[in-house]
């Protein structure tokens, strides 16, 4: 390591960044589509647009009870019946239900009553798939561990990022065009200055959002390691009583008409109904739970803990059994951790102007990461560190591969996955599945262009590419679809209009980022220059150094997660014996801190100036703290 702080923190910042940075970008661009998930979903399906005038009037309860109709006569053994009334003129009435483990759809003309074709539109993940991708890469729960490593190499990079830049402030004010990389090093700079409480939150929430999941140690610790456990925690830290399921019993009885218990919710709760889900129905035991609109709420409402309303009626009687209003709580409490967590990182507060800046600010956090990762290719093409020995060209030129794939390539891929959903024929079985395969497998075919093609020529075309897929996007919507931007604007559809209309503005950036690199860097990359104050020909020295960087690799990570864990679960044991907080908030409050812990470790393995004390002092801890569960393993 380094001989100082400052120093071990640029190199650890350099080099988490950079290692961590490829997958991170692609990570973080999708996470940031993923804001607009619901309008990139209704763009994707691409459902036509009714001759319908009424979707909110009298003729509801009557398109209503012909959907409960319709339901009953094909599905009357079905778990539940779900009814999802038109949200504006032109919108189809979608009814899901449930056979066995399979999930079933029709969709019902609101004025008419008209079954119509199936499907109805195109069946696809729609913005979801961006969701998915950004929290596992569409790894299961091997990407979602690596998702949650690569969240943790981020905060160790954002700290890091902090102590190595004291002029932090000053550089917010400093930018300077066309001076190479200096002017790489200002843009980085200014983009993380910008958004770093934004970056600190997303990624922090990130990772809480799966508290449990990432680290149930303090959860094993308390409630024990039995498959019912995380019941007694969420049955202690939830004060309200939920409402149960309610099993079949096997009798049959007839459904409650359902337009008197709408008209019933929109009273209690304030707002339409857009969504009827019938529980066992046909059965005595059947309940009906209808949900409020979000859409009709206004910014001054949209607060972080505004549930959707909701009322509960029994299926056979039409008595209320359970209303939850859409208003936020009026005390606060521990319960209602997570669900802050929750609205912080999926941005379920705040309307829309409160998306298009989450949106905005993922897209400055991907260019600051995007930026590090140039920087570092910028700067060694100057002068080398000889890091590799003799291999460091061929490690550097890997290096520029992997960042055109992954800054360029990845937005290659995400327009790619809207052009498969056209392409893909609308009955083709599976093609949800086929689009999500168009998006890997194109991403994989912009590494090995990457790694064909000179850097700077691999840069231009992949930008270029991206960026007439953007632009003509448009035409090939019209083409396969005969929709286009005017007849979404006509119905005032602003959601799939504004696809369309970003999707232009993100081609004409994307140009304009093509047309300088064509203009600014040479087609060739310049050879790997030596710095002299390297010592190349002591490979000893090298490997051992290798080696040391390793082992504290391993430290921070392995040792540090069994170090952390074991903290964390003594802290969820300690905490209610030694203040009066109750078992479940204890380990909340202790699993939350050990994020905290996780990313200190990773900051001090990494600052000390030997390794083998890294391995020392994550010992000793867990020595302690394993001493303190060993004392305290009768109490829960």
Known sequence: MKSGFRQSMAWLHTWCGLTAGWVLCAIFLTGTLSVFRDPITQWMTAKPVLSSTDAAGAGVDMAVDRAAAYLARVAPEARFWRIELASRPGKAIEMTWRSGKTDLQAAMHPDTGEILPQPWGRKTEGGRHFMSFHYTLHGGTAGYWVVGWLSMCMLVALVSGVVVHRRIFKDFFTFRVGRGQRSWLDAHNVTAVLTLPFLFMIVYTGLAFFYTSYLPWPLRAVYGMDAQAYDRFQSELDHHTPLRA?????????????????????????????????????????????????????????????????????????????????????????????????????????????????????????????????????????????????ATATVY???????????????????????????????????????????????????????????????????????????????????????????????????????????????????????????????????????????????????????????????????GYGAVALLAAAAAIALPRWTDMSRADGVLVATLLGFVFYTAVGIWAFSVRQAVAVWRGLALVSAACATLLALFRDWR
Not at 253 to 260: C, D, V
Not at 281 to 292: I, K, L, Q, S
């Open 246 to 390: 309610r099993p079949r019993s096997g009798t049959t009885a007839t459904l409650h008409a359902l337009a008197p218990l709408r008209q019933t919710a929109q009273s209690l709760i304030g707002r339409p109904v857009r969504r009827i889900v019938i529980e066992q129905p046909g059965d005595t035991n059947m309940r009906v739970r209808m949900f409020g609109s979000t859409e009709s709420r206004t910014l001054a409402e949209a607060t972080l803990l505004n549930p959707v309303g909701m009322v509960a009626f029994d299926g056979v009687t039409g008595a209320v059994l359970h209303v939850q209003q859409p208003t936020p709580p009026t005390a606060f409490s521990s319960e209602q951790i997570h669900g802050v967590i929750e609205a912080l990182h999926l941005v379920r507060f705040g309307g829309w102007p409160l998306k298009w800046l989450y949106f905005i600010s993922g897209l400055m956090g991907t260019a600051m990461m995007a930026t590090g990762t140039v920087l570092f290719m910028v700067k060694r093409r100057r002068k080398s560190e000889m890091e590799f020995g003799a």
């Open 397 to 559: 030129r890997l290096v520029e591969a992997l960042t055109v794939s992954a800054l360029a390539g990845i937005c290659v891929a995400c327009i790619a996955y809207l052009y498969a959903n056209r392409w893909l024929p609308a009955a083709m079985p599976a093609r949800d599945v086929w689009e999500i395969r168009a998006f890997l497998g194109v991403w994989a075919l912009t590494l090995l262009h990457a790694g064909a093609r000179p850097p700077a020529r691999a840069w231009v075309e992949q930008l270029s590419l991206a960026a007439m897929l953007c632009l003509t996007l448009p035409l090939l919507n019209f083409s396969t679809t005969r929709q286009h931007l005017g007849s979404y604007l006509a119905i005032g559809d602003w959601q799939r209009g504004g696809v369309e209309l970003v999707t232009l503005g993100l081609g004409a950036v994307m140009a304009g980022a093509a047309w300088q690199v064509h203009r600014g860097w040479s087609g060739e990359p310049a050879p790997v220059a030596r710095n002299e104050r390297t010592s190349p020909s002591r490979p000893a020295v090298a490997m051992r150094d290798r080696w040391a960087v390793l082992g504290r690799v391993f430290a921070a990570s392995i040792g």
